[in-house]
């Protein structure tokens, strides 16, 4: 006690400071930066699990560079993102556009849409599964059967089943864009529309030249967050497709599924890593694009 | 120092004046022409087209298998039968057990330490507090994905496969979370904080009973998004869990799923009940979650 009490003000907020730091500070280093720094040492490695680890220099990424499966499947993980998040923005955009103009049941009509968005993923990913059964099971082939219409193979198909497995994960993440948009809209001062009202400006010049600009942190950071969950998607894809995961013929398996097939499946650590490692880089250029955005404002 | 003081402060936040405007509701003049019947007309079907999921999820739930794949949305005749099968198999009370723990367990210490974390570093200035920042906001940027691998290998070497622990050690503390409590943390006046270390209180005590009761809407949306993200979580606790005593609800789902393959309506009943408690929460704390989830995505 009499240690603490020599020291001055400004040092006695250090040590509490660095007191309330320790545990947060043991926590980052030993599950956050270990395991970094563990994975990228591993991209080098070979290991099986049960052996020992022994260096592989490059060989991993060279191997991946030639795995015509990474080639694939880092296609498919672009397509998701090429594919969900200019859809989900859009859709996003348009539903709060006109809700914001709505007061008659304003709440209920933003609950229905924000609903999907507390649902988990793997008990959505089944009801949309049994959606995309062929007839007389599925929902939308016996709703297309009513109409006359031919069946449409969905998760069964290499061309349908990635839009397929892509609409359930745009689906539960639209009601959260949406409520972002809103707040956004919200944030533009009413003066900017009035003063456009007097001059007589039409209803696409406002659009264009107010509320798009204005609108263009939260557009960067939806576009940012979407991105990320794309890039990321796998429990949509795991349990659309469980008989086969990422299939038909790789043709909706994502890099993350790839990554967990590589690891837990084939116990190929050291190449497990080296995707991880591709993964982390997609992921860091992504974000980097979005600060430099966000400078530029 | 009370709640009163808090409020008016609060407010001061545009994000938090943003979310409050959301929450009272479209500020749109009223206008009745055609226009405006066909807009609201065409948001509404699309809404109930969004809901149409978990309907159909509900309504499955509750059908006989040989009404399965009928269109009608009420069950011809309702039945419990798919509920008393999937409860009395046992397993789904203990996944839903094992989440209920795991999401709470995860939600208060990831609330308590980012708090902690995020107020050291807003209201202490002290040698190395902008590193230590920098090096916890870099994490956001490391993919969970990335850290299973070496988090599989540590849990192996300290026997915590398949432990409750070792679903839980990843998710203990977020960097979003301290990054968006050092946010909030700003709009504390130094003078409340001051003022009560003249009157002697220490800092634990200062953080605790003076800043934290001072940003708790803050905490709530924090807490909101750890427990939902905690709730469904998937490929970490599929990787760690290895018997189906310590399968956490989504992990259980799909193993259940596969099992029941072409018996739907038991399916749609395993969803049902994974979904149904966030989905009851967001309805009765809407306004609440909707605030929570503007002022975390805005401030993120």
């Known amino acids: ?297 | 120092m009370s709640a009163k003081l808090s409020d008016s402060n609060i407010n001061d936040l545009e994000v938090q004046a943003s979310a409050e405007a959301l929450l009272r509701g479209s500020t749109a003049p009223v206008k009745r022409n055609w226009a405006q019947y066909v807009r609201w007309l065409l948001l509404f079907a699309g809404g109930i087209l969004m809901v149409m999921p978990l309907a159909y999820m509900m309504s499955t739930s509750f059908k006989f298998p040989f009404e399965v794949y009928n269109l009608n949305l009420v069950p011809e005749e309702p039945t419990l039968e798919n509920y008393t099968y999937v409860l009395e198999d046992g397993r789904f009370l203990q996944w839903f057990f094992n989440s209920l723990i795991v999401a709470t367990l995860t939600t208060v210490s990831s609330v308590f330490f980012d708090a902690l974390v995020g107020y050291t570093l807003c209201k202490y200035r002290f040698p190395g507090r902008y590193v230590v920042f920098i090096a916890i906001l870099s994490t956001l940027m490391i993919p969970t994905e990335m850290l299973v691998i070496p988090w599989y290998l540590m849990s192996q070497q300290f026997g915590w496969l398949d432990t409750t622990w070792g679903i839980m050690f990843p998710g203990l503390m977020t960097a979003f979370g301290v990054f968006l409590m050092k946010q909030f943390f700003e709009t504390v006046p130094d003078d409340f904080i001051e003022a009560a270390r003249i009157d002697g209180l220490n800092e634990l005590e200062i953080w605790w009973s003076v800043a934290m009761p001072l940003v708790k809407p803050a905490l709530a949306a924090l807490a909101i998004f750890v427990f939902l993200g905690n709730w469904t979580a998937f490929i970490w606790p599929l990787i760690v869990t290895t018997s189906q005593d310590m399968y956490t609800l989504p992990v259980g789902l799909t193993t259940f799923s596969v099992e029941q393959a072409v018996e739907w309506e038991l399916v749609m009943t395993g969803a049902a009940i994974s979904v149904l408690p966030t989905l009851i929460v967001f309805l009765v704390f809407q306004r609440f979650i909707i605030r929570g989830v503007v002022m975390a995505g805005l401030k993120g």
């Open chain 1, 1 to 297: 006690m009499s240690f603490y009490d020599k020291l001055s003000v400004k040092q006695k907020q250090t040590l509490w400071a660095w007191g309330f730091l320790a545990v947060p500070i043991v926590f980052y280093v030993v599950v956050r930066f270990y395991p970094t720094a563990n994975a990228i040492v591993l991209s080098f490695q070979e290991w099986n699990l049960l052996g020992a680890r022994t260096w592989a220099g490059f060989d991993n990424y060279v191997t991946l560079f030639h795995d015509p499966v990474f080639w694939k499947v880092f296609r498919n993980t672009f397509v998701y993102l090429l594919i969900g998040t200019p859809v989900s923005l859009v859709l996003a955009f348009i539903i709060a556009y006109h809700l914001d103009k709505v007061r008659f049941l304003h709440g209920t009509i933003r609950a229905l849409y924000f609903l999907p968005f507390m649902t988990s993923a793997v008990a959505m990913a089944w009801v949309w599964r049994w959606f995309y059964q062929p007839v007389p099971i599925g929902l939308f082939n016996n709703f297309l059967a009513s109409f006359g219409i031919a069946q449409i193979e969905f998760l069964n198909s290499t061309t349908n089943a990635l839009p397929a497995v892509l609409a359930p994960a745009i689906w539960a993440g639209l009601g959260f864009q949406i409520i972002i948009f809103m707040a956004g809209l919200r944030a533009i001062p009413k003066t900017y529309y009035e003063a456009a009202h007097i001059d007589g400006v039409s209803g696409w010049t406002i659009m264009s030249e107010i509320t798009l600009p204005l609108l263009k942190p939260t557009i960067v950071f939806l576009v940012v967050f979407s991105s990320i969950g794309f890039l990321r998607i796998f429990d949509h894809v795991f349990n659309m497709t469980t008989n086969n995961p990422g299939g038909p013929l790789n043709s909706t398996k994502p890099l993350v599924l790839m990554i967990y097939d590589t690891a837990f499946n084939s116990f190929d650590m050291g190449y497990a890593a080296a995707q991880t490692v591709v993964l982390f880089v997609i992921l860091l250029i992504v974000s980097l694009l979005q600060l430099r955005l966000l400078r530029d404002r």
